[in-house]
């Protein structure tokens, strides 16, 4: 490829610039484009891009698959579960955990995958198997936490329980758990946190579940205007850096403080949640907190959230740029990160584990990447105080 000079002294983007001019990418797109690309840098779809991958935004994870054999497939996904069940999530990873979510993308990644039997049919397996564990597990100490699907977590402490962002799947390609797994889901839970309107993250049947279970639903005014019975219904807090709001579960008997950071994605009323448990633990979760680092914009408060606030665990989706300034201001304990494989999006846009491993690397914070269905015990005792 006639790269003259030993690519590993150079940064990334160094390296990705040269190569895209040698493979005949104009030098001005290349540093218009490619070149200030990092893996977390944002990365427009039609960016400069060599032949091998069919998006720039999928320069740092292996190409997709156009289809592959079932076989492969279901022996793979069998495998998958065989290694994570062998290996949960640990602070310290063992690398075959790494390997299978590498795996899952492959096989998430195939275009036709939300339309696969076999995919379908692992994703409802796993849901249903995470279901009945959260159902027989009582927490004795710190808390809790499984990733469900895409930026959906199911958080439990001695004392309560309480999700965000639960949705059904995609349902667009029938990618969908059955609804009694979400009434089940909605029975285990307290409360429920919905961080923006778009689908997914808030999912009408979902919330209308939690509403019949007498569940409160906590989301941002703005998030289905076309539904003005069931706003009523849904709890709509201020959004405030200051305001921290009490809300009653369990009939009163328990108390969750909540703040519902005034963040965005674009123009869309997005909450940065964060949930104080009475034990004193707090999480929070980003949903898809997306905005430039500019003067006036959410940054200017999401820098100094550590100042007011000490977050135990921080559910962040994951491709927010910067990754490092939003943990920063945020300063958790522990990061789970969040709002990968979304079945909904194009194959350039479903953001994957690889990348996750990426955008973390350098991110001086103890952090996990987890699928569908795995769960975390944090003991805060085991964190250093930051
Ligand atoms: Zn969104
Ligand atoms: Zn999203």
Redesign the pocket.
């Known amino acids: 490829m006639g790269m003259a000079i030993p690519g590993r002294l150079l940064p990334l983007s160094v390296m990705i610039a040269s190569f895209l001019a040698s493979v005949g990418v104009p030098a001005d797109a290349a540093r218009k484009g490619a070149g200030h690309f990092t893996p977390n840098s944002q990365i427009p779809e039609d960016g400069p891009k060599p032949g091998f991958v069919t998006s720039a935004r999928r320069l740092f994870t292996a190409p997709e698959l156009q289809d592959a054999p079932d076989e492969w497939i279901d022996h793979s996904l069998q495998w998958v579960d065989f290694t994570l069940g062998n290996y949960k999530p640990t602070l310290v990873e063992h690398p075959l955990r790494r390997a299978a979510l590498i795996r899952i993308d492959d096989i998430l990644h195939i275009k036709s995958a939300p339309q696969k039997p076999l995919v379908l049919a692992w994703y409802r397996a796993r849901m249903e198997r995470a279901v009945a564990e959260i159902e027989q597990t009582k927490v004795t100490q710190g808390v809790r936490i499984w990733k469900l699907y895409n930026h959906g977590f199911l958080v439990r402490t001695p004392t309560v329980t309480f999700a965000f962002d639960i949705v059904a799947g995609a349902p667009q390609h029938g990618f969908v758990i059955p609804p009694e797994l979400i009434d089940r889901i909605s029975r285990q839970c307290d409360a429920l946190f919905i961080s923006?309107r778009?689908p997914?993250?808030a999912d009408l049947d979902v919330v209308r579940r939690f509403l019949k279970a007498k569940k409160p639903v906590v989301a941002p005014e703005q998030l289905w205007a076309d539904q003005p019975g069931l706003m009523g219904a849904i709890t709509v807090l201020e959004r405030s850096t200051r305001h921290v709001h009490d809300l009653l579960v369990q009939s009163g008997r328990q108390k969750l403080k909540i703040v519902a950071y005034p963040g965005h994605?674009d123009e869309?009323l997005?909450n940065i949640t964060l949930v104080t448990t009475p034990e004193g633990l707090t999480i929070a979760q980003t949903?898809?907190q997306?905005q430039e680092d500019a003067p006036g914009g959410d940054f200017d408060w999401i820098s100094s959230i550590a100042r007011d606030r000490k977050v135990d665990v921080l559910l962040p989706n994951i491709w927010a740029v910067p990754l490092d300034r939003l943990v920063r201001g945020i300063n958790p304990a522990l990061i789970i990160s969040g709002h990968e494989n979304e079945m909904g999006h194009s194959v350039a846009h479903r953001e994957d584990y690889t990348q996750s491993y990426n955008r973390l690397f350098g991110i001086p914070y103890p952090a996990l990447v987890m699928t569908w269905g795995e769960s975390f015990q944090y003991n805060p005792s085991q964190f250093s105080e930051r």
């Open positions: 923006h778009h997914d993250h994605q869309v997005n949903g898809d997306w």
